[in-house]
């Protein structure tokens, strides 16, 4: 009978003191515990060692650090543009708990995987696609860098909860092969466009180039000829010049010899023919003839 006592006593301490060891709980600094009694919400518990009631009470842990949720590969969001083309987005969201709202995730979602399954996953694709179809397809490509910013703020402003959303990533865009194709067609179009005016405005540039050189060569023949009718023209004057003062000069001397044959004519007349004379006497001589220029005194 002893024994048995014994042995319930050592059965009934070995009890109680697994009660008070599950009594004991730590809380890490990444997380918050939320405290409930008999399933009631009693508080929340900040990071350190704690302990609880046992059986009666028990603590959940919420995570408060960053947690991430991804969309990609099979599991990509599927949207239309608003030329109803159709792409397929990978995307990804991060987010974080407030301390001080650990209480309300456990209250409103029971914890962080309902606030994902229930809150993030269901909103987040919705505010994806109504901004996605505010974009054709061509301007998602060019205005990448906006179209982010407009996803992220939409998801800030829809999803309304208590968590903070700390960014929102678009990391990649796949759009349809036909889409894809015509694109690369439609790019393939403008480079032939491209080399074409640039062809265009080389010829251009020849052909100006050509006019330059044309009116330049235009430019010197005329300059020439204008030089060498100038030149024509100043030996034409001074030739006229050079005939002028040979006959002012040629009418002065005839004149100064019409004065002198005036006042003594038959002396000039016998000096110009003996200038004349070569000096020899006529061989023959007809009867009753004078010799020529010879006056005997």
């Known amino acids: 009978m002893t024994y048995i006592r014994l042995a319930l006593l050592g059965v009934l301490v070995v009890a109680i003191l697994a009660l008070l060891n599950g009594g004991w709980y730590t809380v890490q600094e990444t997380e918050r515990g939320v405290l409930l009694r008999n399933g009631a ?4 518990v900040e990071p350190g060692l704690h302990f609880k009631l046992p ?3 028990s603590v959940v842990k919420i995570d408060v650090t960053q947690r991430a949720l991804r969309w990609a590969s099979d599991n990509s969001l599927e949207a239309y543009s608003q030329d109803q083309q159709p792409a397929n987005l990978s995307v990804s969201v991060v987010y974080h708990v407030p301390p001080v709202d650990v209480d309300k995730v456990y209250r409103q979602f029971a914890g962080v995987e309902g606030l994902e399954s229930r809150l993030i996953a269901r909103k987040l694709p919705q505010d994806l ?3 996605f179809g505010r974009y054709t397809a061509a301007s998602v490509i060019q205005n990448r860098g906006k179209f982010v910013a407009d996803v992220e703020s939409a998801v800030r402003a829809g999803i309304v909860g208590p968590l903070v959303v700390d960014q929102v990533n678009i990391e990649d865009i796949i759009f349809s092969d036909a889409y894809e194709n015509s694109v690369e067609q439609r790019m393939l179009a403008e480079i032939e466009v491209m080399k074409l005016r640039q062809n265009a405005e080389r010829e251009k540039v020849q052909a100006e180039i050509t006019v330059t050189q044309a009116k330049a060569a235009a430019d010197s023949q005329l300059a020439t ?3 060498a009718a100038q030149a024509t023209e100043i030996q034409a004057k001074a030739d ?3 005939i002028r003062l040979r006959g002012e000069a040629d009418a002065a001397a005839i004149r100064a010899r019409a004065d002198a044959l005036g006042v003594n004519g038959d002396a000039i007349i016998r000096l110009n023919n003996s200038e004349k004379w070569n000096g020899q006497l006529p061989a023959t001589m ?3 003839t ?3 220029f010879v006056e005997i005194k």
């Open 290 to 292: 004078t010799l020529p």
């Open 240 to 242: 006229a010049e050079r």
């Open 55 to 57: 059986v009666f009470e």
């Open 129 to 131: 696609k109504t901004v």
């Open 286 to 288: 007809l009867p009753g």
């Open 41 to 44: 919400f009693v508080a929340t």
């Open 225 to 227: 000829a204008t030089a």
